[in-house]
């Protein structure tokens, strides 16, 4: 999930990711740090959620951790992924800007990175799939659970993974 940042009239940045990457993973979170007040179009599999009143960012986090932070903002990414380092495990969607500085400045720290086959299509707020987005996705995981994660999701077809150490 992103919290809600304008983007145009009666546009949002407001997207829920679909339930196709958490099947993929076979992974279940101990807390999304950035999940919407309304939880209805929500399949997050978290045991803790925080929403933009309780502003994640600032929250303590604890154990393995789901994040699908803000796209919205030139830049906005940055001080997710800052602490999504700080924390160390967890698996973090992004968009798959592979030009941006802030990918070259991310990427590096972590132990794998999934891109996806395709385009991923985004849950919206009444509960209907999006049209593709312009670009795709990438999932990059730090820790040996977000790193497993992401190696059952490769197996099972639905990317391409790359790690530390090469390969899969």
């Given amino acids: 999930m992103s919290q809600s940042f304008p983007l ?9 990711t679909p339930p196709e ?3 993929a993973l076979g ?8 999940s919407p007040t309304d939880r209805t179009h929500i399949c997050v599999p978290a045991n803790q959620f925080f929403t933009p009143d309780e502003d ?9 951790v789901w994040l699908n932070p ?13 602490r999504f380092v700080a924390h160390g495990n967890g698996i973090v ?3 798959a800007l592979t030009s941006a500085g802030w990918f070259h400045d991310y ?8 891109f996806p086959c395709g385009k991923t299509k985004f849950v919206q707020t009444d509960g209907t799939v999006a049209k ?13 659970q977000g790193k497993e994660g992401l190696r059952r999701a490769a197996r099972s077809g639905y990317g391409l993974m790359l790690t530390r150490e090469g390969g899969v």
């Fill in 93 to 95: 969607l992004v968009n």
């Fill in 132 to 144: 593709s987005p312009q670009g795709g996705i990438a999932l990059m995981a730090m820790g040996q």
């Fill in 70 to 82: 803000p796209f919205g903002g030139r830049n906005g990414i940055v001080p997710w992924l800052k």
């Fill in 56 to 64: 994640g960012l600032t929250q303590p986090w604890d154990g393995f």
């Fill in 8 to 16: 145009r009239a009666g546009k949002t940045d407001e997207h829920y």
């Fill in 21 to 23: 990457v958490f099947s």
């Fill in 107 to 114: 990427a590096p720290w972590m132990d794998a990175i999934l």
């Fill in 27 to 34: 992974c279940r979170f101990d807390l999304d740090p950035c």
